[in-house]
């Protein structure tokens, strides 16, 4: 779904000649694509290395590279990372391997079919090229169920085959614009405690980290095999607080709850609107509320 912030980029990009702004070429519980006109007047107008955690869909990142090319916003070094391996295997080979990407995806999109989904689903990744790891995931992630990445304990992805007719399962020229946007960008598999080795004063950090349920039935933190419960968002909470007094800008997300405001109560927190995603019951996806979590004063 194309959102507000979106239009409105490409409008812009085109009245002034600009090439459109890259997008997520993944599917992620969580994704902040909705949210980005609400982000905007947030962001820290200049800053120096650009860092994310919690890397998912990207869509934060897309944005401020966007935004960066049309000098709405400046900064130099970008730092990506996230503790999936998969998921940061297949955006180094975006950054780094597109062509031979491009060439394994049509491969897949070739032979897709329930059967084959099911095949390449039960797949080892260890026993795949890295850039058959990078194509596997794409090909499940924009094939199975609802776009949803979910892993066992044992950390193999679990999702059934979505209900697509003809599934789009990746764009050439889109894929294209996230390999310019990823040039120079340093892309590292790491827990988000790992941020504290790299950034410096004057950084910008946004944390998008895993959501504390609003309920017991509506928890989902299987992202990775590794859990993430109240110890790692206290965890996270620590390494915040960390930051702050080392003098970085720091931006978080998470569920607007009781138990989250308290632990950033000493920061600016927002209330954002949001759609409810993933919900089996189509009706109770609507507007939920958000926490948004800033330690400085927007420009």
């Not at 120079?184 to 944390?207: K, R, T």
């Not at 920061?267 to 189509?282: Q, T, V, W």
Request: proline residues 6%; aromatic residues 12%; contains cysteine.
């Amino acid at each position: 779904m194309t959102t507000l912030a979106t239009q409105l980029a490409l409008q812009l990009n085109e009245s002034i000649g600009l090439e459109p702004p890259p997008q997520p070429f993944l599917k992620w519980a969580g994704g902040k694509s909705q949210l980005l006109a609400q982000l905007l007047p947030l962001f820290p107008k200049k800053f120096n290395c650009y860092h994310e955690p919690f890397l998912g869909g990207a869509a934060v990142y897309w944005y401020l590279f966007s935004l960066k090319e049309k000098g709405t916003i400046l900064f130099d070094g970008v730092r990506l990372s996230d503790i999936n391996e998969e998921l940061i295997n297949c955006y180094i080979h975006v950054r780094s391997n597109l062509g031979a990407l491009i060439d394994e995806l049509n491969l897949l999109k070739a032979s897709h079919s329930r059967e084959n989904y099911y095949k390449i689903r039960g797949l080892n990744p260890l026993n795949l090229s890295p850039v058959q790891r990078a194509a596997r995931f794409i090909y499940l992630n924009k094939t199975c169920y609802n776009g949803l990445y979910r892993v066992n304990r044992s950390g193999k992805f679990n999702v059934p085959i979505g209900s697509y007719q003809d599934p789009k399962i990746f764009s050439a020229e889109q894929l294209q614009r996230n390999h310019d946007a990823l040039q120079g960008a340093d892309i590292i598999c790491a827990s988000f405690q790992a941020v504290l080795n790299w950034a410096e004063p004057g950084d910008f950090i946004y944390f998008d980290p895993p959501y504390v349920p609003l309920s017991k039935t509506a928890s989902f933190t299987s992202y990775t095999k590794y859990p993430f419960g109240q110890e790692q968002q206290r965890e996270l909470a620590e390494v915040f607080y960390i930051l702050n007094d080392r003098g970085c800008k720091l931006m978080l997300s998470n569920s607007w709850s009781e138990s989250v405001i308290n632990l950033y109560q000493n920061f600016h927190c927002i209330e954002l609107k949001a759609s409810r995603a993933i919900n089996s019951n189509a009706e109770r996806r609507g507007k939920i509320s958000e926490l948004l979590v800033i330690n400085y004063s927007p420009n």
